[in-house]
T-cell receptor, first 116, second 109 residues
Framework: DTGVSQDPRHKITKRGQNVTFRCDPI?????LYWYRQTLGQGPEFLTY????????KSRLLSDRFSAERPKGSFSTLEIQRTEQGDSAMYLC??????????????FGEGSRLTVL | EDQVTQSPEALRLQEGESSSLNCSYT??????LFWYRQDPGKGPEFLFT???AGEEKEKERLKATLTKKESFLHITAPKPEDSATYLC??????????FGAGTTVTVRA
């Protein structure tokens, strides 16, 4: 399967614990995105990488959140000291193109986080 | 602030009953409007890209149109397998795609 892969698909954790999600984009896609989606809402932009460079972070991303994309391949999203409000689906997407076609994103199946 | 608003929130259709979904946007520089389909528990799946007013795209029973302030997704003679949440998204700058809340479509046989 050559689609965007996310792991784990589901994570249940207690408040205050740290969690890490991994995303493997489609091979050779140079743009990688993280979005967060809560029930009944559309995905909200969190952060964006072009190759290994993190070019933008949403103000939604507090200092408890950190994302990396070493060597421009897979990416990780870490949430420290989780809170119940962090419960959501975390979506990763990648895009291969430059210019206006970059809006065509290929999404993974998401990682659902439940904070108890 | 750039905003994307979709209506209605939910739409229940009988199989074969055509209808339309609306996406309105307020932008300072729209670079493209995108429609995605999302099934429960899955990530969004790309459907269409529209770049300029008057443009239309079709795929099976779906047709997307764009004006200067809104886009419509027309569903013609829907089938139960068309049941999903349809998301509209706008590309306002070089990298950020902003989504609406979506319209959940349920098609009854």
């Amino acid at each position: 399967d050559t689609g965007v892969s996310q792991d784990p698909r589901h994570k249940i954790t207690k408040r205050g614990q740290n969690v890490t999600f991994r995303c493997d984009p489609i091979s050779e896609h140079n743009r990688l995105y993280w979005y967060r989606q809560t029930l009944g809402q559309g995905p909200e932009f969190l952060t964006y990488f072009q190759n290994e460079a993190q070019l933008e972070k949403s103000r939604l991303l507090s200092d408890r959140f950190s994302a990396e994309r070493p060597k421009g391949s897979f990416s990780t999203l870490e949430i420290q000291r989780t809170e119940q409000g962090d419960s959501a689906m975390y979506l990763c997407a990648s895009s291969p193109r430059e210019g206006r076609d970059t809006g065509e994103l290929f999404f993974g199946e998401g990682s659902r986080l439940t904070v108890l | 602030e750039d905003q994307v608003t979709q209506s209605p929130e939910a739409l229940r259709l009988q199989e074969g009953e055509s209808s339309s979904l609306n996406c309105s946007y307020t932008v300072s520089g729209l670079r493209g409007l995108f429609w995605y389909r999302q099934d429960p528990g899955k990530g969004p799946e790309f459907l269409f890209t529209l770049y300029s007013a008057g443009e239309e795209k079709e795929k099976e029973r779906l047709k997307a149109t764009l004006t200067k302030k809104e886009s419509f997704l027309h569903i013609t003679a829907p089938k139960p397998e068309d049941s999903a949440t349809y998301l509209c998204a706008c590309f306002f700058n070089d990298y950020k795609l902003s989504f609406g809340a979506g319209t959940t479509v349920t098609v009854r046989a």
